[in-house]
T-cell receptor, first 112, second 114 residues
Framework: DAKTTQPNSMESNEEEPVHLPCNHS???????IHWYRQLPSQGPEYVIH???SNVNNRMASLAIAEDRKSSTLILHRATLRDAAVYYCILRIMGDSARQLTFGSGTQLTVLP | DAGITQSPRHKVTETGTPVTLRCHQT?????MYWYRQDPGHGLRLIHYSYGVKDTDKGEVSDGYSVSRSKTEDFLLTLESATSSQTSVYFC?????????????FGQGTRLTVV
């Protein structure tokens, strides 16, 4: 299975943009890149996903490198509520009903 | 928020006793999953279900069994709890297979085996 590599932790100041990187150098052509986050004492929640093109939604933006070997989750204006563990996950085509494979993620700390 | 309820939210039990955790959904989603989360291991899949009475093992299924007799309920049973099963357990649901579908997670059950 293709794996992802993320920094263990990052810090950001409140109201500033945050760029969370993810390396996935063994990604295959049909793997989608998904991001989830886990707020303290809660279950993970979906953030965004993409295949090749950059994606935007109300929560964040996803920038995918042209060679797809890396991606960056962008929070445009971090708030204290964005402090969470962020997981970059590859959804493997053909993995039928099996679920997401979570790594250890990036712990984001937002400073007031 | 997706309608997923896990019960109990917290439980302390003794080694060797059976324990059942319940996941209840009101979304009528076909797929349901049980994960455990431990420090240093992230979330690991225990069992999953792809329909009523249809279940399969995940990567850490030893010591656990599951049952799904109705669409809305997915039960996780620890036949004889051990201290190594102390963990936070999360249930997740998904509407259909495919790389574009998102999963919804419950709030978790914190289980302590003493």
């Amino acid at each position: 299975d293709a794996k992802t590599t993320q920094p263990n932790s990052m810090e950001s100041n409140e109201e500033e943009p945050v760029h969370l990187p993810c390396n996935h150098s063994t990604i295959s052509g049909t793997d989608y890149i998904h991001w989830y986050r886990q707020l303290p004492s809660q279950g993970p929640e979906y953030v965004i996903h993409g295949l090749t093109s950059n994606v935007n939604n109300r929560m964040a933006s996803l920038a995918i490198a042209e060679d797809r070997k890396s991606s960056t989750l962008i929070l445009h204006r971090a708030t204290l509520r964005d402090a969470a563990v962020y997981y970059c996950i590859l959804r493997i085509m053909g993995d039928s009903a099996r679920q997401l494979t979570f790594g250890s993620g990036t712990q984001l700390t937002v400073l007031p | 928020d997706a309608g997923i309820t896990q019960s109990p939210r917290h439980k302390v039990t003794e080694t060797g006793t059976p324990v059942t955790l319940r996941c209840h959904q009101t979304e009528n989603h076909r797929y349901m999953y049980w994960y455990r989360q431990d420090p240093g291991h992230g979330l690991r899949l225990i069992h999953y279900s792809y329909g009523v009475k249809d279940t399969d093992k995940g990567e850490v299924s030893d010591g656990y069994s599951v049952s799904r007799s109705k669409t809305e309920d997915f039960l996780l049973t620890l036949e004889s709890a051990t201290s190594s099963q102390t963990s936070v357990y999360f249930c997740a649901i998904r509407d259909r297979v495919g790389v574009n579908t998102e999963a919804f997670f419950g709030q978790g059950t914190r289980l302590t085996v003493v």
